[in-house]
RNA sequence: GGCGACAUGGCCGAGUGGCUAGGCAGAGGUCUGCAAAACCUCGUACGGCGGUUCGAAUCCGCCUGUCGCCUCCA
């Protein structure tokens, strides 16, 4: 088994990842509050712990991985004030708070899904948690931690000596540094809601023993976390912005309520940028990865594949943040599609048999496999280097270009075929052969270019120049593109 | 103000003290009826000032700048 470096933010170091239990990694990442629609700062979330998932069943872990999906309506402003973002939203689209949830859940799903990213083994609902929301309240009541008041309940950071340690805050400066005036029911301004009672034009509301009312945005992680993970999980992810106060809050409750480390490695992907600033739903600025598919955005001038998108977002690490440019957009997507074309070109050549070029010379010198593999893992082993791994795949790929190009073969081309249709597909997800073909596959698309190609190619044996391009300029009228080459003539659809 | 990051060649972006990251763009070349595409070759950069060291982009200190969190947020 491979031994893999993570960077835990909680130590701020790298550690040797162990698990918990020999061969299984349980993994809880914070997912999206749904009353809106993905943006390319959840892609890079996502498909950065997408990758850690892969990497580690690749590896031969089996592996757990939970994400929420937060439907409960946490308030828009400050924990005490402000309106409910679920009924916010079903307000200005005149529909339900469950069909706000339904709606932008799916939609999640659709976006995360077209930038391949594998959907959790669980994706639990904060709503349909409630119970269990409600059990650990009562728990942290019962041994100190929290206390009622009002209808509300809150915890009580003074009870737990070690809040802070994620997030390197000390109670003093919390209390020295709070904005907002102490709220009248809370102990200690630090305390943060657990429940919320629910006042009459609250919808999203549930009975419990304190009285109507809804749970705090901290709580459902802990509770849903524990319940598929047990009381302690491996790896807990998330964005950066949220390990304070949410990731510390999430710890205090469950440390609290379990007297046991809650995260053995917590995981933060860093931002992205756009000139310079965070991308965020509350700062206006978001590009949505439905705008980015379709190019309807103002900074936007074209639309982006979620094929460029997520090998945009590879290049760098996820604890760096992302700027995004168009022009940063641009030469990911050139490099991309220089790399599908290097991976393409090596799937075509091992998939046209062994025997089909075997008299144009195969060349023999075996492709240095080993070296790729153990480079790669070296690379993913520390702390996930996606963008490191790709350098070395362009490095190493690279002079097997010209190879194939003069027509000969690795002998090994059918192993390293192999190799990288596991490497680049089903860990890095940056190539899917066949895929594109689906769509044109109703009509003999293949059979019908190959006669225009043969007329073209007689025309240009007799030299009749003007039908050879009036051909090409025809089809490129079309969107297809001709391209000529010593081995014979390709067509491409842009 | 407190806590925490980051500053790399035209752009993006890795980087474990000494050995070319990589990509994009650009330049030259090969091929080609033309075009396009392919392929080959080419860039010695690490915010500033000190320090440690035989040697620092990499370690330490100071300075400057940018950003994140401290309120919902991936």
Not at 24 to 40: A, M, S
Not at 148 to 166: H, I, Q, R
Not at 182 to 203: G, M, P, T
């Amino acid at each position: 088994m491979q031994e893999i470096q993570i960077f835990n933010t909680l130590s701020r170091k790298k550690e040797t990842f162990t698990p918990l239990n020999e061969g299984f990694v349980g993994i809880y990442v914070c997912g999206p509050t749904v009353y809106g629609d993905p943006h390319l700062g959840h892609a890079k979330s996502y498909v950065s712990f997408d990758v850690v998932v892969r990497y580690f069943r690749y590896l031969g872990y089996r592996v757990r991985y939970v994400q929420n999906i937060t439907d409960v309506g946490h308030l828009t402003d400050d924990a005490d004030e402000g309106e409910d973002k679920m009924a916010k939203q079903s307000r200005i689209e005149r529909l339900e708070p469950m069909e706000i949830a339904e709606k932008y859940t799916y939609r999640y799903f659709r976006d995360m899904d077209r930038l391949h990213v594998l959907r959790p083994d669980i994706s639990p609902r904060a709503t349909g948690h409630i119970p269990e929301q409600i059990a650990m309240i009562k728990k942290l009541i019962d041994k100190g931690h929290a206390y009622e008041a009002g209808g509300n309940v809150y915890f009580d950071v003074t009870s737990m000596p070690d809040y802070g340690k994620l997030s390197g805050r000390t109670l003093d400066e919390a209390e020295a540094g709070a904005r907002v005036g102490v709220s009248s029911d809370k102990r200690n301004s630090a305390d943060f809601a657990l429940w919320k009672r629910a006042d009459e034009s609250h919808i999203m509301r549930w009975d419990s023993p304190w009285g109507e009312g809804f749970p705090g945005w901290h709580v459902e992680c802990s509770a849903m976390a524990t319940k598929y993970l047990g009381e302690t999980i491996d790896i807990h992810g998330g964005g950066l912005e949220n390990k304070f106060p949410h990731h510390e809050c999430e710890i205090a409750q469950c440390e609290g309520a379990h007297d046991a480390p809650f995260v053995r490695y917590w995981m933060h992907n860093n931002m992205v940028t756009l000139n310079g600033q965070k991308m965020g739903k509350s700062l206006g600025n978001a590009i949505t990865l439905e705008q980015f598919f379709t190019g309807s955005h103002e900074l936007l001038s074209r639309e982006w594949s979620p094929g460029v998108i997520r090998f945009f977002l590879l290049q760098s690490h996820y604890r760096s943040t992302t700027d995004f440019s168009e022009k940063a957009l641009e030469s990911a997507e050139s490099g991309y599609l220089n790399m599908t074309g290097i991976l393409d070109a090596i799937q075509g050549t091992a998939g046209a048999g062994s025997g089909k070029n075997d008299s144009s010379g195969v060349s023999g010198t075996p492709f240095d496999l080993q070296k790729l593999r153990n480079g790669l893992h070296t690379c993913m082993n520390d702390d996930f280097n996606t963008a490191k791994a790709i350098g070395l795949l362009f490095e190493q790929l690279r002079p097997l270009k010209s190879v194939l190009q003069s027509g000969k073969t690795p002998s090994n081309i059918t192993e390293l075929r192999d190799f990288l249709e596991i490497f680049c597909g089903d860990v890095l997800g940056i190539w899917h052969p066949g895929e594109a073909g689906e769509a044109g596959s109703a009509l003999p698309i293949d059979g019908v270019m190959q006669i225009l190609l043969d007329l073209r190619q007689s025309a240009r044996q007799n030299k009749d120049w003007a039908t050879a391009d009036r051909i090409r300029d025809r089809l490129a009228e079309l969107g297809i593109t001709i391209e000529d080459g010593p081995g014979g003539s390709t067509f491409k659809l842009s």
